[in-house]
């Protein structure tokens, strides 16, 4: 079957206004968070999303520009994103995906020295380049049955399934939906599983890879 | 003197994209809201910018909604918000102004059982409706010298001047422009200072005062 896609370029980032993100949404990634970085993270209790800033997206083929003052590490995260294709107030979990467009792929890059040092997540994850999405907007995937890999430099580095994830695509998107209006060209991006290192170095080429979706690719680089 | 002024109607609200908050950014503040609502916010060390999401945008004269299930209370934050009038990257404290377009009047509404009880602050601060902006866009005025003031059905609940941002505008500026590029239409927030009360009832007329910017007016309402 071929499956409806929309590639993702600068026009569908620049229609990105509201950019959620749950970040801590799979058991094994608190885990290791707090056990390799030191984190004090416990596991949700509910499903409340967070945020990021549509300054930071960028399309595959894009480098991620590591700020020259950026002592590290600086990490991978590869997720699952919802794209918001209709206006949306108060679904029930039954009616949640209707309102979603399709799914690309995110790559949710964090420095970590500053997730530790800083009182809010802005240079951490969200300085410009650090939210590479795309490749492309896929319709009629199952949400919560996908792989997704992460290779660095043509090496995987880190592969779960969206299966694990502690509060799945629906109860989000409908709990969400009750106290705020979901847009079309909003985003939702949905945290990531496991470990994720070997930290990023300039010169790295790193995909997020979903069979679906493809292979979302971005150089590292060290900013000037 | 007459100054050149934009007023704030949707097609101002629907050019926000990146949409930054300081939070915390006055002392009276931070030591009110430890004491009234035993929090344990410390004096932030350095300019870290926080987020809101542009679906909770009103303008002046729409109606406040609190969410049916919000227990409250539900407090108004008056500040002044500048609007970014020019893409802007790596910018001096002395040429920071430089990017602003003009300043407005900003209401962070926010529910404070859910800012303690939430992993994030989306429904706290987020909600639908819990970010009224406006009246006008003043071009020209001193953002480090702006008498706030709150009127709760006309009465004064709250005035400050913003001579006492613990980071002045120009300072969180050029550190945010360090690291992403600031956009036109992106806004920031910067706080408010002193306590936040009396509670917002449904049937009260909030208004933001500013005297070369105007009044930012919203009634509460419940929600159904």
């Given amino acids: 079957m071929k499956r409806a896609r929309l590639q ?11 950019f959620y993100a749950a970040g801590l949404n799979f058991r ?3 885990e290791w968070a707090n056990r ?7 596991v949700p209790v509910q499903a409340d999303i967070g945020y990021r800033s549509p300054n930071a997206l960028i399309v595959s083929g894009e480098d991620i520009v590591i700020p020259m003052d950026a002592a590290g590490p600086v990490e991978f995260e590869g997720e699952l994103v919802a794209v918001i294709g209709k206006r949306a107030k108060n679904l029930s979990e039954e009616r949640a995906l209707d309102c979603v467009a399709g799914y690309t792929l995110g790559n949710d890059v964090s420095e970590r020295s500053w997730q530790k040092s800083d009182r ?26 996908q792989q997704i890999e992460v290779r660095v430099n043509g090496r995987t580095v880190s592969s779960y399934n969206t299966g ?3 509060f799945g695509v629906a109860q989000y998107i409908s709990r969400m ?13 949905f945290g990531c599983d496991g470990a994720t290192m070997p930290a990023l170095q300039p010169g790295d080429l790193v995909e997020v890879v979903n069979e679906a979706i493809g292979v979302l690719s ?3 680089v060290r900013g000037t």
Avoid at 135 to 142: L, Q, T
Avoid at 177 to 189: K, Q
């Fill in 120 to 145: 809010t997540l802005w240079r951490a994850k969200n300085c410009d380049t650090f939210k590479p999405m795309g490749p492309f907007i896929v319709e009629g995937i199952d949400p919560m049955a």
């Fill in 36 to 42: 390799e970085h030191g984190g004090n993270y416990k």
């Fill in 28 to 30: 094994a990634h608190i």
């Fill in 177 to 189: 939906s009750r106290y705020l209006t979901l847009h079309p060209g909003d985003v939702i991006w």
């Fill in 8 to 18: 993702v370029d600068r026009k569908v980032l620049d229609s990105v206004r509201n």
């Fill in 164 to 166: 694990r994830m502690i």
């Fill in 218 to 220: 971005n150089r590292v």
